[in-house]
């Protein structure tokens, strides 16, 4: 099993930053791929940003250029590093672990909130 916890959520000004750091746990010889997806009130859920254990990375449209998404693999730990954030970037950021054979796990979700 492998357990997954977020942190750097908060509250930004437009124009600010935050990095979320996500860090796993337990079986972590499972873990594939990570990524972060986010979800705002009456949404669905969405991809922001993947990064595989290789390190290659992929981005949603909307984030390109304003997010990094970094692997620590010796640290067990997943960084999304937000740059001129947006009001419509608020949302609950979650964390996600491809696992081999194995279902995804999930972080519990980390508040961002950004004021115009």
């Known amino acids: 099993q492998v357990q997954l916890v977020e942190s750097g959520g908060g509250l930004v000004q437009a124009g600010g930053s935050l990095r979320l750091s996500c860090a796993a746990s337990g079986s972590i010889f499972r873990i594939n791929a990570m990524g972060w997806f986010r979800q705002a009130p009456g949404k669905q859920r969405e991809l922001v940003a993947t990064?595989?254990?290789?390190?290659?990375?992929t981005y949603t449209d909307s984030v390109k250029g304003r997010f990094t998404i970094s692997r620590d693999n010796a640290k067990n730990t997943v960084y999304l590093q937000m740059n001129s954030l947006k009001p419509e970037d608020t949302a609950v950021y979650y964390c996600?672990?491809?696992?081999?054979?194995?279902?995804?796990?999930w972080g519990q979700g980390t508040q961002v909130t950004v004021s115009s």
């Open positions: 996600k672990a491809d696992l081999v054979a194995r279902r995804p796990a």
């Open positions: 990064v595989t254990s290789g390190g290659a990375t």
